[in-house]
């Protein structure tokens, strides 16, 4: 069974930054785009950021220049570097693999607030 085991979400101020990290099987993440959606209460789940395994990243608008997504290829493990954040940040983030299928993490709780 495939198994995304994320962590590093929490409460931070706004302006403030936080690491998530989704580690996966070997099997997984040597051929899977890997990254993160979020899906804040009431509204749709979008994607965040993601990875190829050629390290193509993609970017949604709202993060652009604030978060970076990296592999660590010797750990298995896909980090989303939060900076600068906002409360409109705010979600439950998932980190997840894509190939022909897909698999998802249980998703971390990330609230920005003062």
């Known amino acids: 069974q495939v198994q995304l085991v994320e962590s590093g979400g929490g409460l931070v101020q706004p302006g403030g930054s936080l690491r998530l990290s989704c580690s996966a099987s070997?099997?997984?993440?040597?051929?899977?785009?890997m990254g993160w959606y979020r899906q804040a209460p009431g509204k749709q789940r979008i994607l965040v950021a993601s990875?190829?395994?050629?390290?193509?990243?993609r970017y949604a608008d709202s993060v652009k220049g604030r978060f970076t997504i990296s592999r660590d290829t010797a750990k298995n493990t896909v980090y989303l570097q939060m900076n600068s954040l906002k409360p409109e940040d705010t979600a439950v983030y998932y980190c997840?693999?894509?190939?022909?299928?897909?698999?998802w993490g249980q998703g971390t709780q990330v609230t920005v607030s003062s």
């Open positions: 990875i190829t395994t050629a390290q193509s990243t």
């Open positions: 070997r099997s997984i993440f040597d051929l899977y785009t």
């Open positions: 997840y693999a894509q190939r022909s299928d897909s698999f």
